[in-house]
T-cell receptor
Framework: DAKTTQPNSMESNEEEPVHLPCNHS???????IHWYRQLPSQGPEYVIH?????VNNRMASLAIAEDRKSSTLILHRATLRDAAVYYC????????????WGAGTKLIIKP | ETGVTQTPRHLVMGMTNKKSLKCEQH?????MYWYKQSAKKPLELMFV???????ENNSVPSRFSPECPNSSHLFLHLHTLQPEDSALYLC?????????????????FGEGSRLTVL
Protein backbone atom coordinates (compact mmCIF):
# COMPACT_ATOMS: atom_id res chain seq x y z
CA ASP A 1 0.00 0.00 0.00
CA ALA A 2 1.14 3.53 -0.73
CA LYS A 3 2.27 5.58 2.26
CA THR A 4 2.08 9.25 3.17
CA THR A 5 4.80 11.42 4.70
CA GLN A 6 3.98 14.50 6.74
CA PRO A 7 6.03 16.81 8.96
CA ASN A 8 5.71 15.90 12.63
CA SER A 9 4.63 19.39 13.60
CA MET A 10 4.03 22.88 12.26
CA GLU A 11 3.39 26.26 13.81
CA SER A 12 1.28 29.04 12.43
CA ASN A 13 -0.09 32.37 13.58
CA GLU A 14 -3.74 32.90 14.27
CA GLU A 15 -5.75 34.45 11.42
CA GLU A 16 -3.12 33.54 8.85
CA PRO A 17 -3.38 30.85 6.14
CA VAL A 18 -1.84 27.46 6.85
CA HIS A 19 -0.43 25.11 4.22
CA LEU A 20 -0.04 21.53 5.45
CA PRO A 21 2.04 19.41 3.07
CA CYS A 22 1.78 15.69 2.39
CA ASN A 23 4.01 13.53 0.21
CA HIS A 24 2.67 10.34 -1.34
CA SER A 25 5.20 9.54 -4.04
CA UNK A 26 4.06 5.90 -4.41
CA UNK A 27 0.38 6.77 -4.86
CA UNK A 28 -1.49 4.71 -7.44
CA UNK A 29 -3.77 6.16 -10.06
CA UNK A 30 -6.91 5.26 -8.11
CA UNK A 31 -5.85 6.12 -4.54
CA UNK A 32 -8.03 8.87 -3.10
CA ILE A 33 -6.41 11.44 -0.80
CA HIS A 34 -8.28 12.10 2.45
CA TRP A 35 -7.62 14.57 5.25
CA TYR A 36 -8.93 14.18 8.77
CA ARG A 37 -8.03 16.10 11.89
CA GLN A 38 -8.14 15.13 15.55
CA LEU A 39 -8.61 17.78 18.19
CA PRO A 40 -7.36 17.03 21.71
CA SER A 41 -9.47 14.42 23.53
CA GLN A 42 -11.76 13.92 20.54
CA GLY A 43 -12.19 11.45 17.73
CA PRO A 44 -10.97 12.29 14.22
CA GLU A 45 -13.05 14.69 12.16
CA TYR A 46 -13.34 14.64 8.37
CA VAL A 47 -11.85 17.63 6.60
CA ILE A 48 -11.79 16.97 2.87
CA HIS A 49 -10.90 14.39 0.20
CA UNK A 50 -10.27 14.21 -3.52
CA UNK A 51 -8.73 12.28 -6.39
CA UNK A 52 -7.18 14.54 -9.01
CA UNK A 53 -8.77 17.96 -9.04
CA UNK A 54 -8.40 20.57 -6.36
CA VAL A 55 -11.29 20.49 -3.90
CA ASN A 56 -12.85 23.16 -1.74
CA ASN A 57 -15.33 23.01 1.11
CA ARG A 58 -16.32 25.18 4.04
CA MET A 59 -13.45 23.94 6.16
CA ALA A 60 -10.48 23.89 3.80
CA SER A 61 -9.06 23.50 0.32
CA LEU A 62 -7.12 20.54 -1.02
CA ALA A 63 -4.52 21.24 -3.67
CA ILE A 64 -3.31 18.11 -5.47
CA ALA A 65 -0.13 18.23 -7.53
CA GLU A 66 -0.48 17.43 -11.21
CA ASP A 67 1.58 14.23 -10.82
CA ARG A 68 -0.39 13.41 -7.63
CA LYS A 69 2.80 12.69 -5.72
CA SER A 70 2.01 15.38 -3.19
CA SER A 71 -0.89 17.42 -1.88
CA THR A 72 -1.45 20.40 0.38
CA LEU A 73 -4.27 21.08 2.80
CA ILE A 74 -4.97 24.79 3.02
CA LEU A 75 -6.72 26.38 5.97
CA HIS A 76 -7.50 29.85 4.74
CA ARG A 77 -7.58 31.62 8.08
CA ALA A 78 -6.44 29.62 11.08
CA THR A 79 -8.06 30.03 14.46
CA LEU A 80 -7.03 28.63 17.83
CA ARG A 81 -9.72 25.99 17.36
CA ASP A 82 -7.80 24.60 14.37
CA ALA A 83 -5.01 23.34 16.64
CA ALA A 84 -5.09 19.59 16.08
CA VAL A 85 -3.29 16.64 14.53
CA TYR A 86 -3.93 16.59 10.78
CA TYR A 87 -3.82 13.25 9.00
CA CYS A 88 -3.20 12.83 5.29
CA UNK A 89 -4.59 9.43 4.33
CA UNK A 90 -4.81 7.29 1.23
CA UNK A 91 -7.54 4.83 0.38
CA UNK A 92 -6.02 1.89 -1.54
CA UNK A 93 -7.59 0.67 -4.77
CA UNK A 94 -8.24 -2.85 -3.51
CA UNK A 95 -10.71 -1.78 -0.81
CA UNK A 96 -13.84 0.32 -0.74
CA UNK A 97 -13.35 1.50 2.83
CA UNK A 98 -9.78 0.93 4.02
CA UNK A 99 -7.90 4.08 4.98
CA UNK A 100 -4.14 3.98 5.49
CA TRP A 101 -3.49 6.34 8.42
CA GLY A 102 -0.09 7.80 9.21
CA ALA A 103 1.32 9.70 12.18
CA GLY A 104 -0.07 13.08 11.11
CA THR A 105 1.11 16.66 11.60
CA LYS A 106 0.53 18.40 14.90
CA LEU A 107 -0.55 21.95 14.06
CA ILE A 108 0.16 24.56 16.71
CA ILE A 109 -1.60 27.91 16.39
CA LYS A 110 0.02 30.88 18.06
CA PRO A 111 -2.24 33.73 19.21
CA GLU B 1 -29.00 13.58 20.29
CA THR B 2 -27.02 13.64 17.06
CA GLY B 3 -23.74 12.22 15.80
CA VAL B 4 -21.86 9.19 17.10
CA THR B 5 -21.98 8.54 20.83
CA GLN B 6 -19.65 6.18 22.65
CA THR B 7 -19.97 4.89 26.21
CA PRO B 8 -18.24 4.66 28.54
CA ARG B 9 -15.72 7.42 27.85
CA HIS B 10 -13.23 5.84 30.26
CA LEU B 11 -12.92 2.24 31.40
CA VAL B 12 -10.43 0.53 33.69
CA MET B 13 -10.54 -3.24 33.83
CA GLY B 14 -8.51 -6.14 35.08
CA MET B 15 -7.28 -8.87 32.79
CA THR B 16 -9.97 -11.30 33.93
CA ASN B 17 -12.90 -8.90 33.64
CA LYS B 18 -15.61 -8.89 30.98
CA LYS B 19 -16.80 -5.50 29.81
CA SER B 20 -18.43 -3.95 26.76
CA LEU B 21 -18.06 -0.74 24.82
CA LYS B 22 -21.14 0.74 23.21
CA CYS B 23 -21.53 2.92 20.14
CA GLU B 24 -24.69 4.53 18.88
CA GLN B 25 -25.26 6.66 15.79
CA HIS B 26 -28.30 8.74 14.98
CA UNK B 27 -27.22 9.68 11.47
CA UNK B 28 -29.05 6.99 9.53
CA UNK B 29 -25.77 5.52 8.31
CA UNK B 30 -25.47 1.95 7.07
CA UNK B 31 -21.79 1.27 7.84
CA MET B 32 -20.14 1.20 11.26
CA TYR B 33 -16.52 0.65 12.26
CA TRP B 34 -14.32 -0.04 15.27
CA TYR B 35 -10.83 1.50 15.25
CA LYS B 36 -8.01 1.21 17.79
CA GLN B 37 -5.70 4.14 18.51
CA SER B 38 -2.61 3.27 20.55
CA ALA B 39 0.00 5.76 21.67
CA LYS B 40 2.50 6.54 18.91
CA LYS B 41 0.82 4.19 16.41
CA PRO B 42 -1.48 4.96 13.47
CA LEU B 43 -5.18 4.25 13.72
CA GLU B 44 -5.88 0.57 13.13
CA LEU B 45 -9.13 -0.65 11.61
CA MET B 46 -10.53 -3.54 13.65
CA PHE B 47 -14.01 -4.39 12.42
CA VAL B 48 -16.44 -3.19 9.77
CA UNK B 49 -20.19 -3.73 9.60
CA UNK B 50 -22.46 -2.90 6.68
CA UNK B 51 -26.24 -3.22 7.13
CA UNK B 52 -25.54 -5.19 10.37
CA UNK B 53 -23.34 -7.72 8.58
CA UNK B 54 -19.65 -7.98 9.39
CA UNK B 55 -17.56 -7.32 6.31
CA GLU B 56 -14.11 -7.01 7.90
CA ASN B 57 -12.23 -8.58 10.77
CA ASN B 58 -8.73 -7.17 10.51
CA SER B 59 -7.00 -10.14 12.21
CA VAL B 60 -8.24 -8.99 15.60
CA PRO B 61 -7.67 -11.40 18.53
CA SER B 62 -10.77 -13.27 19.69
CA ARG B 63 -10.68 -11.54 23.08
CA PHE B 64 -12.36 -8.68 21.17
CA SER B 65 -15.86 -9.64 20.07
CA PRO B 66 -18.02 -7.20 18.09
CA GLU B 67 -21.79 -7.19 17.92
CA CYS B 68 -24.06 -5.17 15.65
CA PRO B 69 -27.73 -5.77 16.52
CA ASN B 70 -28.95 -3.08 14.11
CA SER B 71 -27.54 -0.35 11.87
CA SER B 72 -27.58 2.19 14.72
CA HIS B 73 -25.77 0.25 17.43
CA LEU B 74 -22.37 -1.36 17.66
CA PHE B 75 -20.79 -3.09 20.63
CA LEU B 76 -17.29 -4.29 21.37
CA HIS B 77 -17.24 -7.04 24.00
CA LEU B 78 -13.96 -7.34 25.89
CA HIS B 79 -12.76 -10.46 27.69
CA THR B 80 -9.41 -11.53 29.10
CA LEU B 81 -7.59 -8.50 27.78
CA GLN B 82 -3.89 -7.82 28.09
CA PRO B 83 -2.22 -4.59 29.27
CA GLU B 84 -1.07 -3.93 25.69
CA ASP B 85 -4.74 -3.65 24.71
CA SER B 86 -4.89 -0.36 26.60
CA ALA B 87 -5.80 2.25 23.98
CA LEU B 88 -8.45 4.62 22.72
CA TYR B 89 -11.20 2.67 20.95
CA LEU B 90 -13.01 4.70 18.35
CA CYS B 91 -16.32 3.99 16.71
CA UNK B 92 -17.19 5.53 13.36
CA UNK B 93 -20.05 5.44 10.91
CA UNK B 94 -20.53 6.41 7.28
CA UNK B 95 -23.52 6.63 4.92
CA UNK B 96 -22.12 3.82 2.79
CA UNK B 97 -19.03 1.61 2.82
CA UNK B 98 -17.47 3.60 0.00
CA UNK B 99 -15.03 6.07 1.55
CA UNK B 100 -13.94 7.06 -1.92
CA UNK B 101 -17.30 8.51 -2.82
CA UNK B 102 -16.94 12.28 -2.90
CA UNK B 103 -20.50 12.76 -1.69
CA UNK B 104 -20.91 10.02 0.93
CA UNK B 105 -17.36 8.94 1.76
CA UNK B 106 -17.03 10.81 5.03
CA UNK B 107 -16.44 8.91 8.27
CA UNK B 108 -18.06 10.29 11.42
CA PHE B 109 -16.19 9.37 14.59
CA GLY B 110 -17.28 9.27 18.19
CA GLU B 111 -15.11 10.72 20.95
CA GLY B 112 -13.75 7.31 21.83
CA SER B 113 -13.59 5.06 24.87
CA ARG B 114 -10.26 5.24 26.71
CA LEU B 115 -9.52 1.71 27.95
CA THR B 116 -6.91 0.87 30.55
CA VAL B 117 -6.16 -2.78 31.26
CA LEU B 118 -4.40 -3.45 34.56
Amino acid sequence: DAKTTQPNSMESNEEEPVHLPCNHSTISGTDYIHWYRQLPSQGPEYVIHGLTSNVNNRMASLAIAEDRKSSTLILHRATLRDAAVYYCILSPPDSNYQLIWGAGTKLIIKP
Amino acid sequence: ETGVTQTPRHLVMGMTNKKSLKCEQHLGHNAMYWYKQSAKKPLELMFVYNFKEQTENNSVPSRFSPECPNSSHLFLHLHTLQPEDSALYLCASSPTLYTRDLNTGELFFGEGSRLTVL
